[in-house]
């Protein structure tokens, strides 16, 4: 009887089942998630800053047909990017006015998007057809933990308007993962699937549209060529839909946002300049993140100056050293390639609005970081190689402490407006944004003394800001001196003669200073500018009411609910100019829809109180009095 020689097996561990990530990943996406979390802890209790209340839904947006004007109408919302204007019109469904919700969802959308990140690089570390000494043993993590911690993405976390970059980034990660794929099966349902994740990130954030580019970069990485059939064919459409995307947002920068006039005229040669510059400073504040600030001083780009040459030249020096030493490690110019590609869409080469207070700002390099975050991972797992397992951990961790630590101070100074101006001015005293920005706050607070100073000092930093303009002529009104506010707000209209804000402040301005007809055409032109303004709608209807117009007054008074269902004072007028016309029935629901807007308002029960008095009802009207008089007096019902 014969025996069947034994035969060495190599084992081969089972594949996971389709569509779930093994057990390991999902503990160390765990990690991910708590480490992120604790880190931005602080910016759980931050409130909403500068143009925050720009981004969340505003009123006239919160109905369904708000969802047709951010898709169909460019201009209803900030910038063109109607999903992400689409998944905070749902927030504010779930959440309403609370920067509770938005904070955790931020934190929760970064920590998902450092997830993907290191299952992207590992499935690239994994592939097949990488370069020979790529798979490196945990740097996928590493790199993903490095991009959570580090303290250069606070500014894109902790600041609600900057969901534009973590859910861009998210799905920008979700058509790079599915494409990947792609790029292995060729299956025409993978790549309509990754097509569809980029659509929706360029409808978040345009800078997502140098995935293509970042793409052909990953598979030069991958195989040390480019294949125009395989690898570039398939591209060509992403590349149309990145240049349509790009056209429209650089319109709406330029035309909308005012990203235009001197302060863009840099020529080719100092664009240049200033791209290399903005290279070396990001890349600087990933290595040291030390000194960073909400809004950094604003550089004078010189092309007589010789030494800003020096950084054009820095970055072109380094590129070509890493182009010839391709053969031995492409992976160094891979991150380099993929790190200023991602950026230059903040090089200066195309205008965005805030180049007029700073060419830089840490959230501009959110996306482009992943790259130096993948660099510097695979070196630290390189140099710790040689060290033991636990000593290497043990390094590790103390650099993620480090960071993580440096996140959470940072997080730290977006706990309101008030610790974020005032910090940014510590640091950068003659940033004039920051002295504006600081006044507005004050004056929401009821605090218009302390603002005039600041606002002073805006426009003696940038005396053609006409923003600073308008709000210190609007603070001077406030103060009761219209006569010294109007020459400001003039100012205001003389630097931007469509800003539909100056023009309604300075139509009340004009009122208040017995100037009727004059104010009236103001107010007028505010809406022409802007047709869903309703503060302007209700200021006009005032204007028609003061000179005698009741029929007009209410149908602007009307007119400014419809835009601001919420808007309490607009409709305590509604009632008050229906009263006045001997409409007291129709005028009742609009009495008690401003109470209910506004119970403490001993005005609005008082009114209710007359309007009830002169309809015959006695006994309702002495309860809307005593109501009032309660409320003046402040004693508890």
């Not at 925050?52 to 910038?79: C, F, K, M, N, Y």
């Amino acid at each position: 009887m014969s025996r069947r020689s034994r035969e060495s097996r190599p084992t081969v561990s089972p594949a996971p089942p389709a569509g779930l990530l093994p057990w390991p990943t999902l503990w160390r996406c765990a990690l991910v998630f708590v480490a992120t979390l604790a880190a931005y802890w602080p910016a759980l209790r931050g409130g909403f800053i500068w143009d925050d209340l720009g981004h969340v839904t505003r009123a006239d947006l919160r109905p369904w047909s708000g969802l047709l004007r951010i898709w169909g109408e460019i201009g209803a919302t900030q910038q063109y990017y109607p999903f992400l204007h689409t998944a905070f019109w749902f927030e504010h469904r779930l959440w309403g006015d609370s920067p509770l919700g938005y904070h955790l969802l931020n934190i929760f959308l970064h920590a998902t998007a450092a997830c993907l990140f290191g299952v992207v690089l590992r499935r690239l570390l994994d592939s097949t057809s990488a370069p020979s000494g790529s798979r490196l043993p945990g740097v996928e993590w590493l790199a993903a933990l490095l991009f959570a911690l580090h303290p250069v993405g606070v500014e894109s976390v902790a600041w609600i308007s900057e969901q534009k970059n973590t859910l861009s980034t998210v799905l920008y990660l979700c058509a790079a993962l599915v494409y990947l794929r792609f790029d292995e099966d060729r299956r025409a349902d993978r790549y309509a699937l990754a097509t569809g994740w980029f659509l929706l990130a360029l409808l978040t954030k345009t800078v997502t549209a140098t995935l293509p580019a970042a793409l052909l970069v990953i598979f030069w990485w991958k195989r040390g060529h480019l294949s125009w059939r395989r690898d570039v064919l398939a591209l060509l459409p992403w590349f149309a839909f990145s240049a349509v995307a790009g056209l429209v947002t650089s319109w709406v920068e330029g035309s909308l946002l005012g990203a235009h006039g001197a302060d863009f005229s840099l020529g080719l040669v100092g664009r240049c300049l200033l791209a290399g510059r903005v290279i070396w400073f990001y890349f600087g504040k990933l290595l040291w993140p030390a000194d960073l600030i909400f809004i950094y001083p604003h550089w004078t780009v010189d092309p007589g100056a010789a030494w800003q040459y020096l950084f054009p030249i820095g970055v072109a020096v380094v590129i070509v050293a890493l182009w010839f030493q391709r053969r031995k490690n492409r992976g160094p110019l891979a991150a380099g390639l993929f790190f200023v590609g991602s950026l230059f869409p903040a090089l200066g080469f195309i205008n965005v609005f805030p180049f007029i207070f700073s060419y830089v700002a840490d959230h501009f390099q959110y996306l482009a970081s992943l790259g130096i975050f993948a660099l510097v991972a695979a070196g630290l797992v390189t140099l710790t190689a040689r060290i033991p397992a636990a000593a290497a951990r043990g390094c590790a961790g103390a650099l993620l402490l480090l960071l993580g630590a440096l996140t959470w101070q940072q997080s730290r100074m977006y706990r309101d407006v008030f610790t974020l101006y005032r910090t940014t001015i510590e640091r950068n005293p003659d940033c004039w944004m920051a002295h504006n920005n600081l006044a507005e706050s004050l004056a929401s607070a009821g605090r218009v003394p302390e603002a005039i100073p600041h606002l002073e000092r805006a426009i003696a930093l940038r005396p053609q800001s006409a923003e600073a303009e308008n709000n210190l002529g609007d603070d001077l009104r406030q103060l009761g001196r219209p006569l010294e506010a109007i020459p400001h707000l003039e100012r205001a209209l003389t630097l931007q003669p469509t800003f539909a804000q100056a023009h309604n402040n300075l139509g009340v301005a004009l009122m208040e200073a017995n100037r009727p007809a004059e104010g009236l055409a103001h107010f007028e032109e505010a809406l022409r500018l802007n047709p869903h303004y309703a503060t302007a709608c209700f200021n006009l209807g005032l204007a028609y009411a003061n000179t005698g117009h009741p029929p007009e007054a209410i149908e602007h008074f009307a007119r400014a609910v419809q835009l601001d269902p919420n808007y309490g004072e607009a409709e305590l007028n509604w009632a008050i100019g229906l009263t006045i016309t001997g409409q007291f029935p129709a005028a009742r629901p609009h009495f008690e829809r401003a109470l209910q807007l506004e119970p403490n308002s001993p005005d609005a029960h008082n009114m209710f109180g007359h309007a009830l008095e002169e309809a015959g009802r006695s006994s309702e009207a002495n309860e809307q009095y005593r109501e009032a008089a309660r409320l003046k007096s402040g004693n508890p019902p």
